[in-house]
């Protein structure tokens, strides 16, 4: 055995995320899968296994087909890759709004088989009362309000928030009831210019943006959309990588190769036998 202890990595957990409010930028990013939240671990502060996972990893259409079964699979996967980062994870569409019994029971239900620190839910007329009931039962609850991507059947669409002061008026009000119910922090996605910059200044959790300006107190983005992924992404994207293009130039590259029978050669062969020399 070893006489060297291993050194233990300790997770962030939802109070490390709140004592960041108006300090260093927080860095989030979505994980699926557990290679993938390993190599981003190092990086950032929180990783969200988003109900984004129903478009991007299963083709569906919108988030509203996602399930909490989904939910939690992805779950499990990140939090094996993910050793430092807070891993909180989406409650899909369904499983929080039918009341507070019930989704104390799915989100319960979701920390216990991920082991992930915190739950996420969507903003909504009785969401706080929904956040303050998880809360006080020991559920860190990460808020979202704005764009709503699990409305977007009675939205009509994935349509940016805040562009009449009704609007805006909801969104501020949703955020500080979201707050105020006890949730960790709040992402803002899709909002007019300068509302995520009154919310972040109104309310006294960490404010998580997406589409919602550098003026929150951290940022967010979908994976696959940032490394490049798909061939097109949201206004809100800068792409840092081109994903799409290695993976097709090395797709292309293998396929010639296999058809000019140029792979597999004889290093990438087992027990291969040299002719012998005479």
């Known amino acids: 055995m070893s006489s060297q202890k291993q050194e233990t990595v300790r997770r962030l957990?939802?109070?490390d995320i709140q004592s960041r409010k108006g300090k260093e930028p927080l860095v989030?990013?979505?994980a699926y899968d557990a290679?993938?939240?390993?190599l981003l671990d190092e990086h950032c502060d929180l990783l969200l296994v988003g109900d984004s996972v129903?478009?991007?990893v299963h083709g569906l259409p919108n988030t509203v087909g996602v399930t909490l079964e989904m939910m939690i699979l992805h779950g499990q996967a990140v939090m094996r890759g993910a050793k430092r980062a807070m891993v909180v994870v989406d409650m899909p569409f369904g499983s929080y709004e039918g009341g507070k019994e019930l989704a104390y029971q799915n989100c319960a239900r979701v920390m216990k088989e991920t082991g992930a620190q915190g739950v996420k839910l969507e903003s909504g007329p009785t969401v706080p009362q929904t956040i303050a009931y998880l809360v006080e039962r020991g559920i860190p609850v990460m808020g979202h309000v704005g764009l709503r991507p699990q409305a977007v059947l009675t939205e009509g669409g994935f349509k940016a928030k805040g562009k009449t002061e009704d609007e805006r008026l909801r969104v501020m009000a949703e955020a500080e009831a979201t707050a105020d119910a006890g949730a960790f922090a709040v992402v803002i996605e899709g909002v007019a210019e300068g509302l995520a910059g009154e919310i972040t200044r109104a309310i006294t959790v960490p404010t998580v943006g997406?589409?919602?300006s550098a003026e929150c107190d951290g940022q967010?983005?979908?994976t696959p959309d940032m490394l490049?992924?798909?061939?097109?992404?949201?206004k809100f994207v800068r792409r840092y990588g081109d994903m799409?293009?290695?993976i097709l130039s090395g797709v292309a590259s293998y396929a010639e190769d296999v058809r000019a029978r140029r792979f597999p050669a004889e290093v990438e062969t087992y027990f291969s036998r040299k002719p012998v020399a005479s």
Not at 228 to 234: H, N, Q
């Open 13 to 15: 957990a939802a109070p």
């Open 28 to 30: 989030c990013l979505t």
């Open 35 to 38: 290679p993938t939240a390993a």
């Open 54 to 56: 129903g478009m991007v």
């Open 210 to 212: 997406i589409g919602a």
């Open 220 to 222: 967010i983005l979908v």
């Open 228 to 234: 490049g992924l798909f061939d097109w992404t949201p």
């Open 244 to 246: 799409r293009g290695h």
